[in-house]
């Protein structure tokens, strides 16, 4: 877990996504590389929408291709906007997996051969599930899979319980598993010796997939708005918005 908390991280302007020295020698890395011929893609994804902002461009590159898809989402993210009357954990069961439907038709993935499995697990809560957790995602794994999911030392419990839990399942079944940061992407900078740069390597996008994944980004309404009446800032901020526009995704290897 990072030292500094996330919402120092936005306030400033140098975080690591657009300061750390780092990302301009990182390795580059194919989708040919990290999807071999026929392989199953599976794609983990805490909450809603998450699954399109740690990798909405190898989603869609991946749409213009043959590769089996999996979408596992662990939760509903209902709990986004804790005390909001506009946005309670009701409407936001049922909303935000529609909004995650048409994010990822914007990006083009073919939806009508999506094999698309919602987990029922307590959003806000995965740190406590770890074990279940883990036992369903590699009930839906085989050897052979490659696995994308957020990075178990992200700074969001949620994201690093399904980082690890994820990790587990894959060992299990013999699957490849690359993980991927969010929210530490906006750590201070002073924290960017945190980040396991030795292990991170570079997806580059054409503008076609960087003009895709903004456009699904903006499908989730919920997360854009917050809730003003109780002083609920957007979970997704401009800057995390800024930060979508770079023309390329990272990921984490494994050791």
């Known amino acids: 877990m990072k030292t500094a908390s996330l919402s120092e991280g936005r306030r400033g302007p140098a975080q690591i996504w657009n300061s750390a020295p780092q990302l301009a020698q990182m390795p580059v890395i194919t989708l040919a590389s990290l999807v071999p011929p026929s392989a199953r893609v599976v794609v983990i994804a805490p909450h809603p929408g998450d699954e399109v902002l740690i990798c909405g461009g190898l989603l869609q590159m991946l749409s213009t291709r043959q590769h089996p898809l999996k979408l596992i989402s662990i939760t509903d993210g209902s709990a986004s906007h804790p005390g909001s009357r506009v946005w309670s954990a009701g409407r936001l069961s049922v909303i935000r997996p529609q909004e995650s439907a048409e994010a990822l038709r914007r990006l083009g993935v073919p939806l009508h051969s999506l094999k698309w499995l919602r987990g029922g697990f307590c959003d806000n809560a995965l740190a406590n599930q770890e074990q279940p957790m883990s036992q369903f995602i590699a009930r839906y794994l085989m050897p052979g899979d490659v696995v994308f999911t957020t990075w178990r030392h992200d700074g969001d ?82 800057v995390l918005l800024e930060r979508m526009r770079e023309p390329y995704e990272v990921l984490f290897i494994q050791p």
């Open 157 to 238: 419990d949620d994201h690093e319980a399904v980082g690890r839990a994820s990790a587990n399942a894959c060992n299990q079944v013999g699957a490849q598993l690359y993980e991927l940061p969010m929210w530490a992407w906006h750590w201070p900078m002073r924290e960017g010796s945190l980040m396991p740069w030795q292990r991170a390597r570079k997806l580059c996008l054409d503008t076609w997939s960087v003009a895709h994944k903004l456009h699904a980004v903006h499908a989730y309404a919920s997360q854009l708005t917050g809730d003003p009446a109780i002083g609920l800032a957007p979970i997704l901020a401009r």
